[in-house]
């Protein structure tokens, strides 16, 4: 089955604490990204990347790492978290040009 | 400004009612528009790809105007099963903006 796959998806955990939120996505697409979302706001991109070792800033980057050393995987880095990035996260991929196909999401909570 | 505005809503609407959201958006370079549907804490699922003649899937017709960067979707008919909030989305290669979303609600 075609999929992208986020993990956590849900994860409480306190300011400063390093973490990662992994994405992985089954259809060979070359453009994956990560948005957060919040409400009233929409999806803002943080990060995409149009292919292996290729990665760009979104529109909300700072705080937040990425890499992409393999087509199939994007995770999302969270060095040192602060509560402002309380939010939900979608990871997302596509054939470049075409539509994106999210992952389920992770509703992260920063204490 | 924000790059794409939508109706806020809420749409409350009965079974079978039809139902219209507009969108507008900032960015004449955008080349390829879509509408998304998100369900309450799920993740955005294409409904549609609309093309500049306007074109029809089912129940769902979209519209769009270049000149006036304008996109629409109507829904007929409504189904309870169409309660969800609708997202416009244009988009500029693979930079893909979306907007806040209008929340429909269909009661029986």
């Known amino acids: 089955e075609a999929q992208v796959t986020q993990n956590p998806r849900y994860l409480i955990t306190v300011t400063g604490k390093k973490l990662t939120v992994t994405c992985s996505q089954n259809m060979n697409h070359e453009y994956m990204s990560w948005y957060r979302q919040d409400p009233g706001l929409g999806l803002r991109q943080i990060y995409y990347?149009?292919?292996?070792?290729?990665?760009d800033k979104g529109d909300v980057p700072e705080g937040y790492k990425v890499s992409r050393k393999e087509k199939r995987n994007f995770p999302l880095i969270l060095e040192s978290p602060s509560p402002n990035q309380t939010s939900l996260y979608f990871c997302?991929?596509?054939?470049?040009?075409?539509?994106?196909?999210f992952g389920d999401g992770t509703r992260l909570s920063i204490l | 400004r924000k790059e794409v505005e939508q109706d806020p809503g809420p749409f409350n609407v009965p079974e079978g009612a039809t139902v219209a959201f507009n969108c507008t958006y900032s960015?004449?370079?955008?080349?390829?528009f879509f509408w998304y549907r998100q369900d309450c804490r799920k993740e955005p699922k294409l409904l549609m790809s609309v093309y500049s003649s306007g074109n029809e899937d089912g129940r769902f017709t979209a519209q769009l105007n270049r000149a006036s960067q304008y996109i629409s979707l109507l829904i007929r008919d409504s189904k309870l099963s169409d309660s969800a909030t609708y997202l416009c989305v244009p988009s500029n290669n693979n930079d893909m903006r979306f907007g806040a979303g209008t929340r429909l609600t269909v009661k029986p």
């Open positions: 990347s149009m292919n292996v070792e290729v990665t």
């Open positions: 997302a991929s596509s054939v470049l040009n075409q539509p994106q196909h």
């Open positions: 960015n004449s370079a955008s080349q390829s």
